[in-house]
């Protein structure tokens, strides 16, 4: 993932901003005046939404991005300048147009179940002039991106015209374009690097009933040559991402927990496009996609992702390489702040862990059950030879290392050259610290700086002096 992290591609989002708001409150009681409910209202909240998620996936991803789109000349319009201008996206590029209604769609929450939207918006395609403007200003910066993006929520930006002006000039300029679709006519993305369409929209669009591989590589097929795409694509909810290059490839999903879909689509999108844009290949890009998709359905309402997040996931997973699992002090640093500000608990132990043996492996199972997130430090081969006499270790660092990172119980793992992980321990706050029952009545260090100390029992009989004992013992 460190490619990932040191990545900043500039993207440009062009396609339907608005405003998703938020009414929170309770309800007690049914109004006298008609059979509705009484919400009291506690709280108002607002968040970018439409091509307005992608933007703020794109920044948590760590993006340069940058925006074009219309809105109105109201109130609204001016509180969702000021929302991009907080987030950091550029947004000279967006056109203002009289008598617009810049989209603002409200809910009234009661009581974490949606009762009431309301919407305020202008969804008429947008003026001759505007769409003219959006083209003009184009041809000046084009070059500067590394990858488009067009969001269509079908409230009148990306017209016919403008779509297949802005693929013609990104195509000149050997820049890819990425879409979101919306509708069940396809033909104005023709060209286009790739769309992003799920299945219920790949079969209206294609009027091809996708229930088997035959049949989906029908419709990419059939997407792929009409819509004249060098990439065929079409999500699959929980079963993964599907692409035709030159043949048929599914991506099974990697979801471990399903809690809300809302905006997936946006994550699949802005992962995709920010892969695609540092250098990733195909495959590369639908794995990030998906491990991408996979945190975000797993939080409430329309998310973002950062790469620390997909980081993590990853390494929860199992599917990366050991490597990913071995941090130094700065790396792991940045890990634990991201997951304890998403609730994650911590918990830390540490060791030598010479020769990996069944005791320590359970060792190392019962503390993963204490918390989310299980770090163990590991003592640097110099600080073994103090610790336990100059003929150990028996295995280097590395190979410890390599061998902790592999256990299923294990995040991560974090090198230490001290005695003790006293200063690791200070870094990291880790909600729990675990050590051995042997410690128990002794003082044990950095509990100062954890919410809990737990003490688990090692296996009888099981210890790394003791394999040594009988490996020399049957070498007699």
Not at 162 to 168: A, Y
Request: net charge negative; hydrophobic share 40%.
């Amino acid at each position: 993932m460190q490619v990932f992290k040191n990545a900043k591609p500039n993207i440009l989002v062009i396609g339907d901003l608005m405003i998703d708001h938020y009414l929170w409150g309770s309800c007690e009681r049914i109004s006298p005046e008609a059979p509705v409910q009484v919400v009291d209202i506690a709280k108002e909240t607002t968040v970018l939404g439409g091509a307005g998620n992608v933007i703020n996936n794109l920044v948590t991803l760590g993006s340069k991005v940058s925006v074009c789109s219309v809105i109105g000349d109201d109130a609204n319009g001016i509180e969702l300048l000021e929302m991009l201008e907080n987030i950091g996206v550029a947004s000279q590029n967006i056109t203002t147009q009289k008598s617009r209604k810049t989209s603002k769609k409200s809910r009234v929450i009661a009581v974490s179940q949606q009762v009431l939207r309301y919407d305020k918006e202008s969804k008429e395609d947008i003026s001759k002039e505007s769409q003219e403007s959006i083209l003009k200003d184009l041809e000046k910066s084009i070059s500067d991106f590394d990858m488009l993006i067009l969001s269509d929520y079908g409230k009148g930006v990306l017209t016919d015209f403008l779509c297949q002006g802005i693929i013609k000039l990104a195509k000149s300029e050997n820049v890819k374009v990425l879409v979101d679709p919306k509708g069940s006519d396809f033909s104005k993305y023709k060209g286009a690097h790739l769309l992003t369409p799920n299945k219920k929209e790949a079969i209206l669009a294609t009027g091809i009933d996708i229930e088997s591989d035959e049949t989906l590589t029908k419709a990419l097929l059939e997407l792929k040559n009409e819509c004249d795409l060098d990439i065929s694509l079409i999500t699959l909810s929980e079963d993964g991402i599907a692409t035709y290059d030159k043949a048929l490839e599914k991506f099974p999903t990697v979801a471990k927990e399903v809690f809300d879909v809302t905006g997936a689509g946006d994550t699949v999108i802005a992962s995709i496009a920010f892969a695609l844009s540092i250098g990733k290949n195909l495959q590369e890009s639908m794995a990030f996609a998906n491990l991408a998709a996979g945190v975000v359905v797993g939080k409430i309402g329309s998310a973002t992702v950062s790469i620390d997040e997909i980081e993590e996931y990853e390494a929860s997973l199992h599917k990366s390489t050991s490597d990913a699992h071995i941090k130094s002090f700065e790396a792991i640093d940045s890990v634990v702040q991201t997951a304890k500000e998403h609730g994650k608990k911590i918990v830390f132990t540490n060791g030598c862990f010479d020769i990996l043996h069944v005791g320590h492996v359970k060792y190392l199972q019962i503390a993963k059950s204490f918390g989310d997130i299980l770090i163990v430090g590991l003592n640097s081969d110099a600080s073994v030879s103090r610790l336990k006499g100059p003929t150990r270790p028996v295995n280097i660092a590395e190979d410890r290392a390599y061998l902790l990172a592999a256990l299923e119980a294990v995040d991560f793992v974090v090198p230490f050259s001290e005695d003790t992980p006293y200063n690791l321990i200070k870094m990291l706050s880790p909600h729990v610290l675990v050590k051995g029952g042997d410690y128990e009545g002794k003082s044990v260090v950095g509990t100062e700086f954890a919410n809990e100390l737990k003490l688990v029992d090692f296996v009888d009989g099981k210890s790394t002096t003791k394999t040594i004992e009988k490996i020399q013992g049957s070498t007699c």
